[in-house]
């Protein structure tokens, strides 16, 4: 490439060349003054020799390289035999194909990150020559050069860098966008996305996508050059929550991937919800975390109850904190089932279905301790057996509504307060009536004893005490 562009140049013929990832030498770059210019801009320095020795005679901002100076280019420097040169540090997104473009008199280069890419350092007087290159460049930031020099006569300099936009030259795709924010009017019950723009130089547009929550379907919202959209978007109940993600296109018709997905709920949600039962006040608390959205206005706190014949959610009051202590519930070990609902500042309330949905984050299901003890006392008999007395527990329930597990029967020493357990177990749910029955062995010694029989549930509840029941151990 280096003597062809020798050649162009003694010649004046213009010379063009497609090179991918081809690099030249690179060359020493000199400091410029501390100037700092506008994003993608030029810094521009003035030297009045062509070897870029010294101090710079002037730094300053250049939009664009195209240039024809006839004399001196600026105060301080000399018609013939100076320099100028151009840099910019700019990001160019995704990379991809790009053409480098100079026209020049005399001697100019141009670099990336300090490779050269296009050298035609030969004096042509006032003839200008052109040379165009073609290379990939990464994704990212790198640092565009270019090095001008006239020796004598006319000074002439045009420079540009572009990507290619052609389908067959471009295959890589944009990066995604990146910034997504999204805004929710609860008022008009729209969405309004916006984004950063992206540092492709050969973008065409973006597309705007949404999905609800749960579905894997995306549905193209618009297709737009801005950095914003409002979707008019209005779901029927106000409830369903959407991601939004943005794509980018270019124009050799390549899409990147999607943004990170951005979540949009209408309305705020009860993300956990919690409870305690206290048994000393029969009282239900709930807890869940306070939402701070702006449009957040108020919770309604509903109970699953026995309504008519038919399970219902019954409101049981509204409140802007994030607890809630219900009235005293009978601990009767049963199931008991909470919901909490958030309203918007728009007067849309959470969606309240009439089932209960164990996945749901805003719904509790509360198991009561059973605090309610058999109802009936058991029958005792009592009589002899074999080296003692046997006692007997009865209770005539029938089966499948019996609320007690086991019996317990008791005795004592008549005439004494200390009562001890005889037998404590549960009952064979076959026979009918239940029942437990012990000899219990004791001496032959003319006392009297009592004894006394109850019931027990599950939970540790007991029935109310039997008759008691005395029997005499004659003397043997």
Known sequence: MHHKSLVAARSGAAVSAVVLGGLLAGAPQAAAADVSCSANVYKRTFYK????????????????????????????????????????????????????????????????????????????????????????????????????????????????????????????????????????????????????????????????????????????????????????????????????????????????????????????????????YDKATHKVTLNWPLNTEPQFDHYTVLSNDMVDGYWKWVPLGTTKGNTWTTAPVVADGEWRHYRVLVTNDNGTTTYNPGGLDAYATNELWLEIPDGIAPAAAPELLAGSCEGGIRATANDYTPAPIRDFTGFEIERREAGTGTWSVVVHQGYDPRRDPAFVTVCDQLPADGRTYEYRARTYDAAGNYSPYSEIRAMTRPTG
């Open 49 to 276: 020799n062509t070897s870029f020795s010294g101090s710079p005679v002037k730094t300053d901002c250049d939009s664009a390289i195209d240039q024809n100076w006839s004399g001196s280019p600026v105060s301080g420097v000399p018609s013939n035999n100076f320099g100028v040169r151009w840099s910019v540090t700019r990001d160019f997104g995704s990379g991809g194909p790009f053409k480098f473009a100079v026209s020049a008199t005399d001697g100019v280069r141009a670099y990336l990150d300090g490779v050269r890419q296009i050298d035609m350092w030969v004096g042509s007087g006032d003839t200008a020559r052109s040379m165009s290159i073609g290379f990939g460049i990464p994704s990212g930031k790198h640092t565009v050069r270019v090095d001008y020099v006239n020796w004598s006569g006319a000074a002439k300099v045009k420079f540009t860098y572009s990507p290619l936009t052609s389908a067959k030259d471009d295959s890589t795709a944009p990066l995604a966008p990146t910034g997504v924010k999204t805004a929710y009017d609860t008022k008009s019950r729209k969405t309004t996305v916006s984004w950063s723009a992206n540092k492709e130089m050969d973008l065409a547009g973006y597309s705007l996508y949404r999905r609800p929550v749960g579905s894997s379907t995306w549905t193209k919202v618009t297709t737009t050059t801005g950095r914003s959209f409002t979707d008019p978007l209005v779901n029927p109940d106000d409830r369903t929550p959407y991601y939004y993600e943005v794509r980018a296109r270019d124009k050799a018709g390549n899409t990147s991937s999607g943004s990170k997905d951005t979540i949009v709920r209408p309305l705020p949600i009860v993300t956990e919800l919690t409870g305690t």
